[in-house]
């Protein structure tokens, strides 16, 4: 059965490969900068490491992210990451753990003759960021995904949707928020693919733009327990960060 690694465009690009069985750790970074609409630049970076555990359909995944954000910008900052302020002065500096994540996937669906697939699954965001510093919100989300995919040879079209019950920090105006994207992948090996995303998602709170980003991917397989991955990304909104990128390394047990 071929199946598709489980995300929505969350800390990393969404990439579909021939999963493993078993337990999966990888480690990474990402960088963005973006002004999200005022003057001076705020940039994040981030390093996580995941575990994920695929038994069957079912896939678990939890992310630890540590965080350092520079600069004034509070609400949606591009990718998951969504704080409250504000933070020490237009260049203020903070860091620390972020909010973990915790994912369900599960493969639901296969039509070989077709090439059509389907995944649904849910997200668990938990407060351990420090909303004092800036981090976070103080505050869980939770997320309901669909992700669907047609093949033909080494192509898979894809595209995915799903919804978000914000927590709502006191003071705020924050809304639950809708998201979606469509991408394509294609192996230039048995060990390498590259693809392509669009990503739409409601900004979350309803007085500034969607956010809209752009992603180009390569994944490689380096042996049969090393997987390696890379993305670059641009914003076309002023709620989006204006370029971002990152990489990460895996190991399959």
Known sequence: MRKFLFTVATVFAPLTAQAAEGINLSTGFDYSSGKYGGSVPTEISSAFLTAKYEQGPLTLRLTVPYLEIRGPATGALGRDTVTIGPRA??????????????????????????????????KLKLPTADSAKGLGTGKSDESLLINVYKTSGRTTLMAGAAYKWMGKPD?????????????????????????????????????????????LYVAHKLSRQWNAQAWLYAGTTTASPDAGGGASLGYQF
């Not at 860091?95 to 003759?113: K, N, P």
């Not at 105006?173 to 995303?197: I, K, M, P, W, Y």
């Open 89 to 122: 002065g237009d260049r203020g500096k903070v860091s620390g753990l972020g909010d973990l994540v915790a994912g369900v996937g599960y493969f639901a669906w296969q039509d070989a003759q077709s090439g059509l697939a389907l995944d649904v699954g849910g």
């Open 171 to 215: 003071g705020s105006n924050f809304r639950d928020v809708a998201s979606a994207f469509v991408g394509v992948s294609h192996g230039l090996s048995d060990e390498t693919s590259v693809g392509a995303l669009v990503d739409l998602r409601q900004s979350v709170v309803s007085t500034l733009s969607d956010q809209r980003e752009i992603t």
